[in-house]
């Protein structure tokens, strides 16, 4: 049984989410809003406690634990099916409640005004005392703040650049730390509102919510996220848990641009304690593909043209012969400068935390092929323009020149360049996509040149990847290290998935980085070094790639029983960190986009292969 926790660190698989597409808050089974972001994924939080359980900010309703002392609690969690509404449950011997969570999503109202965060409490059968705590904590708590009680109103919450009005008729009274609280006491059927209100520019007039206006948001948001599903085509094995990662990757997007970002945290740590703790609140290239795949393969055309968009303003706006970066913000901007923030502790003591992302001036090739394979995927549902196909045959010319060059590689490392194998296979996808494009739509290009810088590609890697001593694919040149890269070897149709060698580099995963259905992406003490001190979970997106590396190869029992085991580890409401430890728990930012879309072509094309059909 899970019993209510309060002032400490919840689990990081502990929490729901609930968003409107522009940002996202975490809820945490104890009813506390410990992750939130206004006025955009990328800004500066005001409730941080995921990262500083003390100073970071959190915005908490929860039975009253002094008054129900004796009185164990227990919590559950669940999602109004088809939608992003949360239902925190708590359990006692003296009662039942329950805080329903949401978010309006209005995407044509700009940023000035508008009810942002609704939570509404209501007790199923007995009798519970509350309590309310909401202590913001601005600009990562960096901010003061002045806090004004408005009579049977509410509270405002005004710092230098963004103001917070809490509405509600339940009294209030400060706390002494620069926040709000609230006692009372519901019976069975009883409800209370409280409506987190934000603006920039100082205008706030705070209007408690009564049942009519509840009732008429709430079914406004049922109505939204449940019209929006009813457009997901797939049908197959694991509906339920593909319903699931759709509706996260949807609130994972900023709808004014139709960028993705990569997770809805920054620096949960991949080792408790340990330094690898980045910030995920950006767009990657690396994850374009599988976006598009994704996004289309389940029905959401608007989501993937969207997103297109996003990936066309990208190209257009590159330099002259100039490298594409690894990642962009979700407006598109180019700059990611990475601060630590040396007054918040981290989650569980982990620091540094971290905002913004250094990595934004790697050099990382493998780009380039997930960009042009984007573009092959979308160029199949609808035809790319001409403008858009001439930008890419610039960044062609530069890939051709420098295709050969050592880079950081998929995983980012910091240790220095390497000539990691993975970016040549994917520079030979950027040319072996392109040159199907061009053939395709009879687009003009340099075919001679795309294929010869193809087959040198190819070469290289078959003569300088493999190892004969592991009987593997490896993780650079003249590196021992086994990789999980190697698996979208695969996937990008870089090898077939019966090739001896390819057949033998899974095998060595399985042996070397898989445990129990859980894949490493590679040893840190074997692999390129990454400058960095400490041990990391398993990456959950390779688990999910062996599971289609598996199927395509026909190994279907191994390949379903491998899904079925990652699938349990979800957490209560079907949501996936980036990584677990071997014990379960979940590591990493959180829910991460690339562990959900790895899943959707995981279960889209196990359920193929299980229906008899080729997988393409």
């Known amino acids: 049984m899970e019993e209510l926790r309060a002032n400490d660190y919840q689990p990081i698989e502990d929490y729901g989410i609930i968003g409107d597409l522009h940002t996202v808050a975490l809820v945490g089974k104890n009813g506390s809003i410990d992750w939130c972001c206004i006025p955009r994924f990328d800004a500066p939080s005001v409730f941080g406690a995921l990262l500083d359980a003390q100073k970071g ?3 908490r309703i929860a039975p009253d634990l002094a008054a129900t002392a004796d009185d164990p609690i227990r919590t559950r969690q669940i999602y109004y099916p088809e939608t992003n509404i949360l239902v925190t449950r708590f359990l006692t011997r003296a009662g039942v409640a329950e805080v329903t969570d949401f978010m309006p999503v209005n995407q044509t109202l700009e940023f000035k005004h508008l009810h942002h965060l609704i939570r509404m409490v ?38 230098h650049d963004l103001f917070l009005g809490l509405a509600t008729r339940e009294p209030l009274e400060e706390d002494g730390e620069r926040g709000v609280c609230s006692h009372f006491t519901l019976q069975t059927g009883q409800r209370a509102f409280f409506a987190l209100e934000c603006t920039v520019d100082n205008n706030i007039r705070l209007e408690p919510m009564n049942e009519r206006h509840f009732e008429h948001d709430f079914q406004q948001t049922m109505q939204y996220w449940q019209t929006w599903m009813s457009h997901c085509t797939y049908q197959g094995r694991w509906r339920e848990m593909v319903q699931r990662s759709a509706l996260v990757l949807k609130l994972l997007t900023y709808a004014p641009t ?3 970002v990569a997770a809805a945290t920054t620096s949960l740590p991949e080792s408790i304690g340990g330094q690898r703790n980045w910030d995920y609140r950006y767009t990657w290239l690396r994850d374009a593909a599988f976006t598009l795949y994704g996004l289309l393969t389940l029905g959401f055309t608007d989501e993937a043209e969207a997103f297109m968009s996003w990936l066309e303003k990208i190209c257009h706006e590159i330099h002259a012969n100039g490298p594409l970066q690894p990642m962009y913000t979700i407006m598109g901007a180019r700059e990611l400068p990475e601060l630590t923030l040396d007054h918040l502790e981290g989650y569980r003591k982990s620091s540094p935390v971290r905002i913004g992302n250094g990595a934004y001036r790697q050099k990382q090739l493998d780009v380039y092929g997930e960009l042009m394979d984007s573009v092959y995927i979308f160029n199949r549902h609808q035809d790319i323009s001409y403008d858009l196909w001439e930008q890419l045959s610039v960044l062609l010319q530069w890939l051709d020149r420098h295709w050969n060059d050592p880079d950081e590689g998929i995983w980012e490392v910091r240790g220095g360049p390497k000539n990691f ?27 001679g040149d795309w294929t010869n810088s193809s087959a040198a590609i190819y070469r290289d890697v078959m003569q300088h990847g493999w190892n004969a001593e592991k009987k593997s694919f490896v993780q650079y040149y003249g590196s021992e290290a086994i990789d999980a890269s190697s698996l979208l070897m695969v996937l990008t149709k870089f090898c077939g998935p019966t090739d001896p060698k390819m057949l033998s580099t899974v095998d060595r995963i399985l042996s070397e980085l898989t445990s129990d259905s859980h894949v490493y992406r590679y040893i840190p003490d074997k692999a390129a070094f990454d400058g960095l001190q400490g041990e990391e979970g398993t990456f959950t997106p390779c688990s999910f790639w062996l599971v289609e590396t598996l199927a395509r190869a026909g190994r279907l029992s191994e390949a379903r029983l491998t899904l079925e085991k990652i699938l349990s580890y979800a957490n209560h409401v079907g949501l996936f960190a980036e990584e677990f430890r071997p014990t379960g728990e979940a590591l990493g930012n959180f ?6 879309l790895a899943l959707i072509s995981a279960c889209y094309n196990l359920d193929r292969a299980l229906n008899g059909k080729l997988l393409g």
């Open 591 to 596: 829910p991460q986009a690339f562990t959900h």
């Open 122 to 159: 209501k007790v199923v059968c007995g009798t519970l005392p509350f309590e309310m705590i909401c202590r913001p904590a601005f600009n990562y708590a960096r901010d003061e703040h002045q806090v004004q009680l408005c009579h049977q109103r509410g509270a405002i919450f005004r710092s």
């Open 421 to 447: 194998v993975h970016s040549r296979v994917m520079s030979w996808v950027a040319f072996d996509r392109a040159l199907r494009i061009a053939r395709h739509r009879g687009l003009p290009a340099p075919f």
């Open 258 to 260: 139709g960028a993705i």
């Open 57 to 59: 900010g959190f915005f």
